[in-house]
């Protein structure tokens, strides 16, 4: 069993920056790929980033390329998601995954373990 736990999300000016961190339980964290969704109110949980068990490859969807960074330290059983030039589009829920298995994916059923969640919200 998996236990994931997000943690900075909160209320931040459009153009400003976030780090969201996640952190996870168990001794097989390092072998698991990791992703970051979101789901704004009256909306579908969508993809935002994932990144592979050794960081060797990432994804992203195209509404954060180039403003997001996701990334891993399998020392510290944590991954990140680095926000920079928030939107006021970018308001949501974001939500931790992690599926056990080496390679990424972009779909939410193809993730195994969930955190709760953290709320962001840009205000413009």
């Known amino acids: 069993q998996v236990q994931l736990v997000e943690y900075g999300g909160g209320l931040v000016q459009a153009e400003g920056s976030l780090r969201l961190s996640c952190a996870a339980s168990?001794?097989?964290?390092?072998?698991?790929?990791m992703g970051w969704f979101r789901q704004a109110p009256g909306k579908e949980r969508e993809f935002v980033a994932a990144i592979t068990w050794n960081s060797g490859r990432t994804d992203y969807a195209d509404s954060v390329k180039g403003r997001f960074t996701i990334s891993r330290d399998n020392a510290k059983n944590t991954v990140y998601l680095q926000m920079n030039s928030l939107k006021p589009e970018d308001t949501a829920i974001y939500y931790c995954?992690?599926?056990?298995?080496?390679?990424?994916?972009?779909?939410?059923?193809?993730?195994?373990?969930w955190g709760r969640g953290t709320q962001v919200t840009v205000s413009s």
């Open positions: 168990g001794r097989t964290f390092s072998s698991y790929s």
């Open positions: 995954a992690a599926r056990t298995t080496y390679f990424i994916s972009r779909y939410t059923s193809e993730y195994d373990y």
